[in-house]
DNA sequence: GAGTGTGAAAACATTCACAGCT
DNA sequence: AGCTGTGAATGTTTTCACACTC
């Protein structure tokens, strides 16, 4: 029933850009071509094809994809139906946006929890949740069963946050501070430095039109 | 004088991420190793040495690279000694984060503007800058001659900021709002979709031991 | 006719393995 | 002996181009 086959990482990190491009076509449009759907995206039409085929064989050939069996199955190869369970820990302001951001909820992921060192910030109300200080981590982490761990602290907290969130059992961390985390094969580890996105940005400014790294 | 040659776009991603490691090794080390970086950066030693061999002969056989100029070298290279001037438009949680972080500074990148829609916040002070309307967008742009805008605003408004900022002269952009911009050639546009980041963790979430796309 | 799915080709990226320098 | 720089081998990703289906 399910599909084995390993979808490559270049087609995995493509699958949400998809998936944002569904969300932006006209509300009542039932059916998309390969080629409208590689223009939002801004890839190569064979590319989407190519990607898409590693799901099944989702569309029908001289007519497209249905919009809403696509939707579906990429959630679904992307495991958004399961609804993970993640906490944020560093309530400043970039957390603050993370636990305001809808996004999150959108794709099926549910911010249980807010955490900070800060007794200043412990108890606060953010985003309809109530800050707690680092010791009850564990206790959410087991009563929710918390799958993904986000880091917003600073960065001097940012490997301590990681290993406390390990050792509470969490297997998976989204990492904003701009530190290197020390990991471990059994934990998954993606990290978002916003000053790395910048200096990438920086290398294409002076020169002509050249192709941006996606 | 200066190397012509292009350098790959996986290079240039993986640039600032050995920017970092140096930062992150002993302050009075001198030199070091491809496999001391390559262990930090976790990638293959023969990676860290073609990326390098990219930038010039930097190197010396038997010993090593000196760090202070593969610093420079790799700061020249991405363009970071031109101090670059940007501007953050959205000042909400994400822009105050944005405009609080250290990295882009230490990184030579200079913010010389918050601007906000919302009279409420104009006039407001955030990490030292006086947060100004977007109909003083222009005048910034001009005078300090502002080379990328930061779009940190809610969804609905990133593609009229865009296009303003783009009809101010900036040809640089990074986004942060959820939302697929119209490109055109000339402008160079980069986003980061914060949930896409949990999207792609997702994926390896259930699994047993995977690589992760870095 | 329109648009998918996919072999085959081309382009790009990573890794091996070793000659060559210090 | 130690470590770089790089040809050659391998692996991955993208793109072409077309047989095939609706």
Request: net charge neutral; aromatic share 10%; glycine share 10%.
């Given at each position: 029933m399910k599909e084995n086959k390993k979808i490559p990482p270049a087609t995995v990190k493509r699958l949400p850009l998809y998936l944002q491009c569904l969300d932006q076509l006209?509300?009542?449009?039932i059916g998309v071509s390969s080629k409208t759907l590689a223009d939002l995206a801004k890839v190569n039409d064979a590319q989407v094809r190519r990607d898409l085929s590693y799901l099944g064989t989702l569309g029908t050939r001289g007519v497209g994809y249905d919009i809403q069996t696509l939707r579906n199955q990429i959630q679904l190869e992307l495991g958004l139906v399961e609804g993970w369970s993640a906490v944020i820990v560093g309530v400043g302001n970039l957390g603050s946006a993370l636990a305001h951001y809808g996004g999150f909820r959108d794709k099926g992921?549910?911010?249980?929890g807010l955490f900070d060192s800060d007794n200043k910030k412990i108890n606060n109300q953010v985003a309809g949740l109530v800050v707690k200080p680092l010791s009850s981590l564990e206790e959410y982490c087991k009563k929710y069963n918390v799958a993904i761990g986000i880091i917003a602290t600073p960065s001097r907290f940012a490997q301590d946050v990681a290993d406390h969130l390990i050792s509470c059992g969490v297997r998976s961390i989204l990492n904003f501070a701009p530190v290197l985390l020390k990991n471990s094969p059994e934990v998954q580890i993606r990290s978002v430095d916003l000053s790395q996105e910048l200096q990438i940005l920086s290398y294409y400014l002076?020169?002509?039109v050249l192709k941006a790294v996606e």
């Open positions: 006209n509300k009542d449009a992921f549910g911010i249980v002076d020169r002509p």
